[in-house]
């Protein structure tokens, strides 16, 4: 089974931050990466796939890059709505722990 | 509007079984692989099982297999997740998914 492994579990920042989270596979998953964010009591909702295709409705602030085992979300510049937890997947597979965003 | 409508959660005891299903639609429900992914009170997702398109293929996290039985009937748009053998472990959020979709979640607890 291929694991995936999420950093940091938690991440404090404030709004106008750039962060970043990262995601790794125990082997190469080539670019078969989503990013989800969710928030307390909803589903999860998409926003990256194929390692760096923005989903559609998406603001152009989250990107996503990476390939094989190293994969990276990126939020350029932090709005109150995007503090939440973000979770990587390998399609229709294992999850990451998951990085819980916070306000600081 | 594409969606994922579930149902069938509810309270179960320990050693019990349960049913979900999941309706597909505004989508063709049989180009996609579905899957199920769970979430315990305050934990992250977990995935649970997954079936290819045609039911042909399908794959079990571990510490479900022998007791949780994924389907499809691509002719009613249906996926189901037949679970067996049930522990307060498994008590959760159960979401069915596909690429991008989410149901809206159904909440099993398994207690005595």
């Known amino acids: 089974d291929i694991q995936m492994t999420q950093s940091p579990s938690t991440l404090s920042a404030s709004v106008g931050d750039r962060v970043t989270i990262t995601c790794r596979a125990s082997?190469?998953?080539?670019?078969?990466l989503a990013w989800y964010q969710q928030k307390p009591g909803k589903a999860p909702k998409l926003l990256i796939y194929d390692a760096s295709t923005l989903e559609s409705g998406v603001p152009s602030r989250f990107s996503g890059s990476g390939s094989g085992t190293e994969f990276t979300l990126t939020i350029s510049s932090l709005q109150p709505d995007d503090f939440a937890t973000y979770y990587c997947q390998q399609y229709h597979l294992n999850f990451g722990q998951g990085t819980k965003l916070e306000i600081k | 509007e594409v969606q994922l409508v579930q149902s069938g959660g509810g309270l179960v005891q320990p050693g019990g079984s349960l049913r979900l299903s999941c309706v597909a639609s505004?989508?063709?429900?049989?180009?996609?692989?579905m899957s199920w992914v769970r979430q315990a009170p305050g934990k992250g997702l977990e995935w649970v099982a997954n079936?290819?398109?045609?039911?042909?293929?399908?794959y079990y996290v571990d510490f479900v297999k022998g007791r949780f039985s994924i389907s499809r009937d691509n002719a009613k748009n249906s996926l189901y997740l037949q679970m067996n053998s049930l522990t307060a472990e498994d008590t959760a959020v159960y979401y069915c998914?596909?690429?991008?979709?989410w149901g809206q979640g159904t909440t099993v607890i398994v207690s005595s």
């Open positions: 082997q190469s998953i080539h670019i078969w």
């Open positions: 505004g989508f063709t429900f049989s180009s996609y692989w």
């Open positions: 998914a596909r690429e991008g979709v």
């Open positions: 079936i290819k398109e045609d039911g042909s293929e399908k």
